[in-house]
């Protein structure tokens, strides 16, 4: 190869280079969370949910406990049939209501799996009922309850099933 050439290819070579290291490069894309901050602001939208289903259900607000669920939900308690869609679940919750007052409430949320716009949420629950005849009851006991990711943000459940600690009949 003559000598000139190499200059030329030298040079053309060096101008590419130079001419990358000066030029814009594409601003990246928006990161999306990661899946660890995700699973940390849907558990605590969650544990919040939780919090203003408690109240509602110490008030004797059926309608409010029974907003945190989608309108195509799925409700299994222990000793009934499901309760499927938001009008069956505020009639079954009111119909509890006006049957006892609810003075303990207090769901723990254990753990939370995050699977795209799903959460998975494990937990305990104490409580304490109180007839409105007869003497106080205490529960204690385990649900597993899904939820979808809503486009408005918020999160609402779209399964829950629950059952009771205590051998049956107690």
Request: charged content about 20%; hydrophobic content about 50%; aromatic content about 4%.
């Amino acid at each position: 190869m003559k000598p000139g050439r190499l200059a030329v290819i030298a040079v053309v070579v060096l101008s590419c280079c130079v001419a990358g290291v000066g030029a814009q490069q594409p601003a990246p894309a928006a990161a999306k969370p990661a899946a660890a901050d995700r699973a940390v602001a849907a558990r605590a939208a969650i544990e919040k949910a939780n919090a203003a289903f408690s109240e509602a259900m110490k008030r004797g607000d059926a309608a409010a406990a029974a907003s945190n669920y989608a309108a195509d939900a799925i409700v299994m308690m222990p000793n009934a049939p499901a309760m499927r869609g938001t009008a069956a679940i505020t009639a079954g919750m009111s119909a509890m209501v006006k049957d006892m007052t609810i003075v303990v409430f207090v769901p723990k949320t254990e753990s939370v799996i995050i699977a795209g716009d799903l959460a998975v949420e494990t937990g305990s629950v104490q409580m304490t009922m109180k007839p409105k005849a007869g003497p106080e009851m205490k529960d204690t006991g385990k649900y597993l309850t899904v939820w979808k990711h809503q486009a408005d943000g918020s999160w609402k459940i779209i399964r829950d099933i629950n059952n009771s600690d205590l051998p049956a009949g107690k």
